[in-house]
């Protein structure tokens, strides 16, 4: 299997006046395959959503490298960017707020298309088309994020994730605001999707069963740092830190 994204030695230190400096992100590496859904676990504070903004590359890092499909991305701005979110797109916590809330949920999804030069009509069957693979029906495009649930406002965030046809889907705790009925429905079409479509995934989430369910491979975090690695059940069954064990213990007990 040929490496789609990998991290190396990627770090993001935080300064403030007056208090120590905090590694948020702590030399971390690794690599994702093409294909592979990485589940990256770890506590409140842990560093998660830090390492998924950098992987996303909505912040740059102190120090490491990161390279997709063996490219150098580390500082990549401007069309670079734009062109690497043509292949990785994702996913976040709160999907309400990710969308423009005077904006229709059809004009979110068809944004990047728009910004490519795709015609209105085009536009209107694939947006079309993604609600459809979302679990929505298409006459979603012309609702307000206000006026849909929190499960359904997650499906068109999906949807508009999957628009741009990406390789690599990062969801940071993308069913964590949902209750459990819903996060199980959610977790189901992710499933589905990586089946149909073969995307890779780094599955970002505080929940160990999730993650057992959805993942090939698991990194639990603590405290900026990869603490222990290895397939879900491998963690699960015979977790080698005591971290890992309370992370467990919180959710299987
Ligand atoms: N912009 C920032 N400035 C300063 N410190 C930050 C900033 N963002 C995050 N941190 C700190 O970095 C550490 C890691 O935070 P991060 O949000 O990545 O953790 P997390 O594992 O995603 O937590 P949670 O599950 O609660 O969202 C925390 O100690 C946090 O306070």
Do not use: W
Not at 73 to 85: D, P, Q, V
Request: with cysteine.
């Amino acid at each position: 299997m040929s490496i789609i994204l990998e991290a190396e030695h990627l770090t993001k230190i935080f300064r403030k006046k007056g208090s120590a400096p905090l590694k948020a992100v702590d030399d971390i590496s690794f690599q994702l395959k093409a294909g592979e859904t990485l589940g990256i676990v770890g506590e409140s504070g842990s560093g998660k959503s830090t390492l998924a903004k950098l992987l996303t590359r909505l912040t740059d890092p102190t120090s490491g490298t990161l390279k997709y499909e063996g490219k150098d991305i580390t500082m990549l701005k401007g069309n670079g960017l734009r062109e690497l979110y043509g292949n990785m797109q994702m996913v976040f916590q709160d999907p309400v707020s990710s969308f423009d809330p005077r904006r229709t949920l059809g004009d979110g999804i068809g944004e990047s298309l728009r910004n490519r030069g795709m015609k209105k009509e085009e536009i209107q069957k694939r947006v079309e088309e993604v609600l459809e693979q979302a679990g929505l029906d298409p006459r979603f495009a012309a609702r307000y994020p206000h006026e849909v649930s929190g499960g359904q406002c997650q499906r068109a965030a999906i949807a508009r994730a999957l628009a741009v046809e990406p390789k690599i889907l990062i969801c940071d705790e993308a069913t964590s605001a949902l209750d459990v009925t819903i996060q199980k429905q959610i977790m189901e079409l992710l499933q589905e999707l990586k089946e149909q479509h073969g995307l890779s995934f780094i599955f970002i989430c505080h929940n160990l069963a999730l993650v057992q369910m959805f993942c090939d491979r698991v990194l639990v975090l603590y405290e900026g740092r990869i603490v222990e690695s290895g397939t879900p059940d491998e963690i699960i069954q015979s977790p080698g830190e005591v971290y890992t064990k309370k992370l467990i213990e919180s959710v299987f007990e």
